[in-house]
């Protein structure tokens, strides 16, 4: 076969000028290398794919509690039977249980390694507050470890872990029991704050009780960490194994009380009323019904029952237990089918926090259970608890503690409405991650925050059309992004090293999942594979890993440029289109060629003093003298000759057909020159505005990036000349700089900018209405 | 008045939910010579800070003096010198977040750099850190054709850039 070298000439028809950036080392440093060696290698726990090996363990740890509530002392007096199974090949000479409340213990590490300063300004506020903390004699106080026989365990505590010695080693398959008596002071929640703790309510002397971390707790054992015995210093949360509770919990007899699990002796603690209206509720699946209402609620307030009752609440397969009581509640409740199951919605709050909880709470329980279902995996507790808690929103199994309070005169604010709703969504939310689908927390905040903030989100935008949600769209996390690096953390940062806790922990991860579903994998392959990670890894203990290779391996996107890029470096999003050049096709052809160059050349800016000249220089000496002119007066550069005609047919003859339509189609050739200035690789969004205002939007995956992570160039073809171009028009990769998305180049007014704008333009309603009413007295 | 007290440095533990962080923006708009300020606070750390949970920022029931006390509150937390001298800046206005959690508060410096005259700026940032012992405060500066990062806490709420030019 014969090559012939064709040439399609071209001629530029716009040119802006960049600065150039190249880096080059021995390495590969690519972007988009494999996250190998960051990753664990896989084994027969964890395979390659992100699933549980078929090797795949879990520890079982089964709980028989008894609590007793001292009201007045403010006291919680316990005793428990743990039985732990040991379900790994390791054979195991001691186990470690977490005494959470140690935190609270005078001089413990968490307030030890607490950095603060003191300066001379300094609030009351805080300063009680400090000494609230310190004076208050927290701590579990264990009177006794013993095994079922009633022997002595021998045990040690450091700080916030316990271990005991076994007597004899607990191999595979075998289970060892143990009792341990206790009691703690509980904690006043408003004075030294706490997940846990009470609210006083001093004007009528009642209180509302949120308990958590009240049981000495096993700690995980597995292939991962070992023991994951790191101390609970405040920050990191909770790594726990399941297992199948039993609680009683003795409460004055006025008490409502509301715990993870099924109450199991309604009949000796409710009224045969409220048994029935509950009874009423387990088919109403559209309004909540209330089972305690706010006139029985006031009756119990007004006195304080001596004596006491017992509450029998039993759980399976949860990994914690947390329990709420309080004369003061209101009990309401609803069903939600969950794929042709019935689970239950409730809430319990006082009447302080009418009127938006009897219209919001449950509801809002009920949703989320559906939409959280959807997205991951069939809810399948038997029921989902939200109790109001002023000023916190903290999670347990089937359980949460909802901040929410309208003012003292019924009336609340748009920001406590939406608070509340989006505090109870989260917390609801946290039954998924991590109650159900189990990371260790300890070690990752984002896996369960980040994660459950994601589907808050879709949650949220679910329950109303533009619902005010804070974390999840990529412009809301630019700021946060762009900000100084020594005052960010990647987010695989370990729990309490994180520096700004809510934006690394919460909101970058949300955002992160948010632009991998709408703009990297698209919605039908994320949801797929986020689902699929949720059924691998439910009621199980999932790592970092498992989530990211699950997220590949159901989906066939390669993701470790975007995990390596997001979840391991500081680095943000600043990609700049620097320059557009557009090009057309030399037809060859003389006769259109030139008439172009002509054009071209008749409308090129001319120097000031030629044109002057044109009015005020009548006549040259060309002009007016013939005898000066000769060849080159009168050449025209763009006039047509035979030659050229002869040229052009040669070069016809030498084309294919495909060859001569391509010269025929008259397209436009606009090549775009991209940096990345920000480091994180990102697809490159385009919108193009043509002469006649259509527009097209093209997306080019990130992996353009592939060979030069700083700067890359592209053509596009396009039939209609272009005026403008935008680049992230839908505002979708949390690009910092908007400054340099447009072209031609253009400046996005700042947020001071447009509030100005908008200010100077109107008046203020009250002085709108003074104008009106001078006006209508005129 | 603030009496003197002598004070042994002890730790605290945290408390739950805190993360309290504000975001300072100082944009230089070169077409006014204007250094345009906004400040982006939660609006529960400021009610909180200003021991006054009744202005009931952002409602129907503001208090109708809330903008003097929010205005006084940030000209005493966060005070700006150019080539070391205070600058007065004017207030501009204040509007709620979308998302409704935060407040933007919006303040302006008018001829800020007539002929080039500004080589340094010195900040101090004490924004709520009486009220709350972990705040950070981060600041960026977008002056001419440099940004500047900053980031303030109790231990450091002063810091002096040197313009580059």
Same mark, same amino acid.
């Given at each position: 076969m014969q090559l012939i070298q064709k040439k399609i000439n071209f001629f530029i028809l716009f040119l802006f000028l960049t600065p150039y950036m190249c880096a080059q080392d021995n390495l590969n440093n690519s972007k988009f290398k494999q996250l190998y060696e960051k990753l664990p290698t896989p084994n027969v726990y964890?395979?390659?794919?992100?699933?549980?090996?078929?090797?795949? @363990?879990?520890?079982?740890?089964?709980?028989?509690?008894?609590?007793?509530?001292?009201?007045?002392?403010?006291?919680?007096?316990?005793?428990?039977?743990?039985?732990?199974?040991?379900?790994?090949?390791?054979?195991?000479?001691?186990?470690?249980?977490?005494?959470?409340?140690?935190?609270?213990?005078?001089?413990?590490?968490?307030?030890?390694?607490?950095?603060? =300063?003191?300066?001379?300004?300094? +609030?009351?506020?805080?300063?009680? %507050?400090?000494?609230?903390?310190?004076?208050?004699?927290?701590?579990?106080?264990?009177?006794?470890?013993?095994?079922?026989?009633?022997?002595?365990?021998?045990?040690?505590?450091?700080?916030?872990?316990?271990? $005991?010695?076994?007597?004899?080693?607990?191999?595979?398959?075998?289970?060892?029991?143990?009792?341990?008596?206790?009691?703690?002071?509980?904690?006043?929640?408003?004075?030294?704050?706490?997940?846990?703790?009470?609210?006083?309510?001093?004007?009528?002397?009642?209180?509302?009780y949120t308990i958590a971390q009240f049981f000495p707790r096993m700690a995980v054992y597995n292939e991962v960490e070992g023991w994951q015995n790191k101390?609970?210093?405040?920050?990191?949360?909770?790594?726990?194994?399941?297992?199948?509770?039993?609680?009683?919990?003795?409460?004055? +007899?006025?008490?409502?009380?509301?715990?993870?699990?099924?109450? $199991?002796?309604?009949?000796?603690?409710?009224?045969?009323?409220?048994?029935?209206?509950?009874?009423?509720?387990?088919?109403?699946?559209?309004? !909540?019904?209330?089972?305690?209402?706010?006139?029985?609620?006031?009756?119990?307030?007004?006195?304080?029952?001596? +004596?006491?009752?017992?509450?029998?609440?039993?759980?399976?397969?949860?990994?914690?237990?947390?329990?709420?009581?309080?004369?003061?509640?209101?009990?309401?409740?609803?069903?939600?089918?969950? =794929?042709?199951?019935?689970?239950?919605? @409730?809430?319990?709050?006082?009447?302080?926090?009418?009127?938006?909880?009897?219209?919001?709470?449950?509801?809002?329980?009920?949703? +989320?259970?559906?939409?959280?279902?959807?997205?991951?995996?069939?809810?399948?507790? /038997?029921?989902?608890?939200?109790?109001?808690?002023?000023?916190?929103?903290?999670?347990?199994?089937?359980?949460?503690?909802?901040?929410?309070?309208?003012?003292?005169?019924? *009336?609340?604010?748009?920001?406590?409405?939406?608070?509340?709703?989006?505090?109870?969504?989260?917390?609801?939310?946290?039954?998924?991650? !991590?109650?159900?689908?189990?990371?260790?927390?300890?070690?990752?905040?984002?896996?369960?925050?980040?994660?459950?903030?994601?589907?808050?989100?879709?949650?949220?935008?679910?329950?109303?059309?533009?619902? !005010?949600?804070?974390?999840? /769209?990529?412009?809301?996390?630019?700021?946060?992004?762009?900000?100084?690096?020594?005052?960010? =953390?990647?987010?695989?940062?370990?729990?309490?090293?994180?520096?700004?806790?809510?934006?690394?922990? @919460?909101?970058?991860?949300?955002?992160?999942?948010? $632009?991998?579903?709408? *703009?990297?994998?698209?919605?039908?392959?994320?949801?797929?594979?986020?689902?699929?990670?949720?059924?691998?890894?439910?009621?199980?203990?999932?790592? !970092?890993?498992?989530?990211?290779?699950?997220?590949?391996?159901?989906?066939?996107?390669?993701?470790?440029?975007?995990? %390596?890029?997001?979840?391991?470096?500081?680095?943000?999003?600043? $990609?700049?289109?620097?320059?557009?050049?557009?090009?057309?096709?030399?037809?060859?052809?003389?006769?259109?060629?030139?008439?172009?160059?002509?054009?071209?050349?008749?409308?090129?800016?001319?120097?000031?003093?030629?044109?002057?000249?044109?009015?005020?220089?009548?006549?040259?000496?060309?002009e007016f003298d013939d005898q000066s002119i000769d060849f080159y007066t009168t050449y025209d550069p763009f006039k047509t000759n035979i030659l050229d005609k002869e040229d052009y047919s040669k070069y016809m003859k030498n084309l294919d057909a495909d060859e001569k339509e391509i010269l025929k189609s008259a397209k436009n050739y606009y090549e775009l020159h991209f940096s990345n200035i920000g480091g994180l690789v990102m697809p490159i969004i385009l919108e193009f505005t043509f002469v006649d205002r259509t527009t097209e939007v093209i997306r080019i995956p990130a992996e353009i990036w592939k060979k030069n992570s700083k700067e890359v160039k592209k053509i596009f073809i396009l039939d209609k000349e272009v005026t403008n171009v935008r680049l992230d028009p839908f505002l979708e990769t949390a690009d910092v700089d908007l400054n340099n998305n447009s072209w031609p180049a253009r400046n996005e007014p700042t947020r001071f900018q447009i509030f100005k704008e908008n200010d100077k333009k109107k008046e203020n309603p009250m002085q709108r209405a003074i104008r009106a009413e001078e006006k209508s007295n005129e | 008045m603030f009496k003197p007290l002598i004070f042994i440095t002890l730790p605290l533990i945290l408390s739950f939910h805190d993360f309290h962080v504000t975001h300072t923006t100082l944009h230089y708009n070169s077409d006014l010579e204007n250094m345009e300020i906004t400040i982006k606070v939660a609006i529960e750390d400021l009610e909180l800070s200003l021991d006054n949970i009744e202005l009931r920022i952002g409602t129907l029931n503001e208090k109708k003096s809330s903008e003097e006390i929010i205005k006084n509150y940030f000209k005493n937390h966060l005070i700006i010198y150019g080539n070391n001298k205070i600058i007065d800046y004017k207030w501009v206005g204040k509007e709620i977040s979308d998302n409704l959690h935060d407040i933007y508060i919006y303040y302006e410096i008018s001829n800020f750099n007539q002929n080039d005259k500004i080589k340094s700026l010195i900040l101090e940032n004490t924004i709520f850190i009486e009220t709350t012992h972990n705040q950070s405060n981060i600041v960026l500066i977008e002056f001419e054709d440099n940004d500047y990062n900053l980031t303030f806490t109790k231990d450091l709420n002063r810091q002096k850039i040197e313009i580059i030019r």
């Open positions: 964890r395979t390659a794919s992100g699933a549980p090996g078929h090797e795949y @363990y879990q520890q079982k740890a089964d709980y028989q509690i008894n609590v007793e509530l001292d009201e007045e002392k403010n006291i919680l007096e316990g005793n428990e039977i743990i039985t732990y199974t040991n379900n790994s090949p390791d054979v195991l000479n001691y186990l470690w249980v977490q005494l959470d409340q140690n935190v609270r213990a005078k001089n413990s590490h968490g307030q030890l390694t607490t950095t603060n =300063s003191m300066n001379n300004k300094m +609030s009351f506020r805080n300063i009680k %507050r400090m000494h609230d903390r310190m004076n208050f004699d927290g701590g579990f106080k264990l009177e006794e470890v013993r095994d079922t026989y009633n022997n002595q365990l021998a045990y040690i505590i450091n700080e916030t872990m316990m271990r $005991i010695e076994l007597s004899k080693p607990l191999r595979q398959g075998q289970s060892f029991s143990f009792k341990i008596k206790y009691s703690y002071n509980i904690n006043d929640r408003m004075k030294i704050g706490g997940r846990s703790g009470y609210e006083y309510f001093e004007n009528e002397g009642n209180a509302i101390q609970f210093l405040g920050r990191g949360e909770f790594t726990l194994p399941f297992g199948d509770y039993k609680v009683n919990i003795t409460v004055p +007899s006025d008490h409502i009380v509301a715990a993870t699990g099924e109450l $199991i002796n309604a009949a000796s603690v409710l009224s045969k009323n409220q048994i029935k209206r509950w009874e009423k509720a387990k088919n109403n699946f559209v309004d !909540p019904v209330i089972i305690v209402t706010e006139e029985e609620a006031k009756e119990s307030e007004k006195e304080k029952s001596k +004596s006491k009752k017992t509450w029998t609440f039993e759980a399976k397969n949860v990994r914690d237990f947390g329990w709420a009581s309080s004369r003061k509640f209101i009990w309401d409740a609803m069903a939600v089918d969950i =794929s042709g199951e019935t689970v239950m919605a @409730y809430s319990y709050y006082p009447k302080e926090g009418n009127p938006l909880w009897e219209q919001y709470s449950t509801r809002v329980v009920a949703h +989320s259970l559906k939409v959280y279902s959807k997205y991951t995996i069939d809810y399948t507790y /038997p029921q989902a608890t939200s109790v109001h808690a002023k000023s916190i929103g903290m999670e347990y199994p089937m359980i949460c503690f909802n901040f929410g309070r309208p003012e003292s005169d019924g *009336t609340y604010s748009k920001r406590t409405k939406y608070g509340m709703i989006g505090v109870i969504i989260h917390e609801v939310g946290h039954n998924f991650f !991590p109650m159900i689908i189990n990371s260790d927390e300890r070690q990752w905040t984002w896996m369960d925050e980040g994660l459950n903030t994601f589907l808050q989100y879709i949650t949220e935008q679910e329950f109303e059309r533009n619902y !005010p949600s804070r974390r999840g /769209p990529p412009n809301n996390i630019v700021e946060y992004m762009k900000g100084d690096k020594s005052g960010i =953390s990647p987010i695989m940062t370990n729990s309490e090293s994180i520096l700004q806790f809510g934006n690394n922990a @919460y909101g970058k991860p949300a955002t992160a999942l948010n $632009i991998l579903r709408e *703009t990297i994998m698209g919605r039908e392959l994320f949801d797929y594979s986020f689902k699929t990670y949720s059924e691998r890894w439910a009621f199980k203990h999932p790592t !970092p890993a498992d989530f990211f290779r699950t997220m590949e391996d159901a989906s066939a996107v390669d993701l470790d440029w975007f995990w %390596r890029g997001w979840f391991y470096t500081n680095d943000h999003v600043d $990609i700049s289109l620097d320059k557009v050049n557009w090009f057309k096709i030399n037809t060859g052809n003389p006769e259109i060629e030139n008439t172009i160059s002509k054009n071209q050349e008749e409308n090129k800016n001319t120097y000031v003093g030629i044109s002057r000249n044109k009015s005020s220089i009548p006549k040259t000496v060309t | -």
